[in-house]
């Protein structure tokens, strides 16, 4: 699953990477740093080049928190394919006038643009994980078993709140209506004037929450029917439905 970006490093046995396989992943990890990444000093690398160390692990993980990586070490192969991503950035970094004018790869006469770009995503692909992890923990979204549930999620909280629209409108400044306190009865009395008008402000406030709540039920309300009611009349049969 790995095979794509171990080739463009030039990693040794690209087909046969294991990630699971605790020799090869340790080694793998210990040949990224040595011949790619290098964060850390030559004399630095010591706990990390120390693969059948029982510290080793505690060497990795402390490397991925010094590499900001935004998996853990229990993530193994999100954290994997996040390190190899770094390190082909580096390598191109290392390498621009080798890369940047190789042909690009023509697309297959064969693939036709679909409407829903969600459809041809392989989620099962560590890019796919990887990359929807990472968006998750920038908008510090909750995470999810399903990676589509967390790329919806995305896509929603980016709508809402990200949006040129969004931000445009939450910019703008919202003009209060002056409410007489006077004409409206709380139903209780505090005994305090103070606290009397204090209530009544939060009363007022709650019932513009619960307009605001039912307008959003009512706006879907609206947009269920507009699903589950779309009949197919045939008037050949003299009926409506499908």
């Known amino acids: 699953m790995f095979r794509r970006k171990l080739t463009a490093l030039d990693y040794h046995n690209p087909g046969e990477f294991d990630c699971t396989d605790e020799s090869q992943f340790r080694n793998c990890i210990v040949w ?48 994997v394919d996040w390190l190899l991503g770094l390190a082909v950035r580096y390598e191109y970094g290392d390498n621009v006038n080798k890369y940047k004018n190789c042909p690009p790869l023509e697309a297959s006469a064969n693939v036709r643009a679909t409407s829903d770009p969600l459809v041809n995503l392989d989620t099962d692909s560590p890019d796919f994980k990887a990359g929807v992890m990472a968006l998750a923990n920038i908008l510090k979204i909750q995470r999810h078993d399903d990676y589509l549930v967390m790329l919806k999620a995305v896509r929603i909280l980016i709508q809402e709140r990200l949006s040129p629209e969004a931000i445009a409108k939450a910019s703008q400044s919202k003009e209060g209506v002056p409410v007489a306190l006077d004409k409206h009865i709380l139903g209780f009395d505090t005994g305090d004037s103070t606290l009397n008008e204090a209530a009544q402000i939060l009363r007022l406030l709650h019932i513009e929450e619960l307009r605001e709540l039912q307008t959003k039920i009512n706006e879907a309300i609206v947009a269920v029917q507009a699903v589950i009611a779309d009949p197919k009349t045939d008037h050949r049969l003299g009926k409506v439905g499908r």
């Open 32 to 79: 990224l740093e040595d011949q790619k990444i290098r964060h850390y000093k030559i004399e630095d690398r010591g706990n990390l080049r120390d693969v059948p160390g029982s510290d080793w692990p505690a060497a990795y993980n402390q490397y991925l928190q010094d590499l900001n990586c935004p998996f853990g070490a229990s993530e193994r192969a999100e954290a």
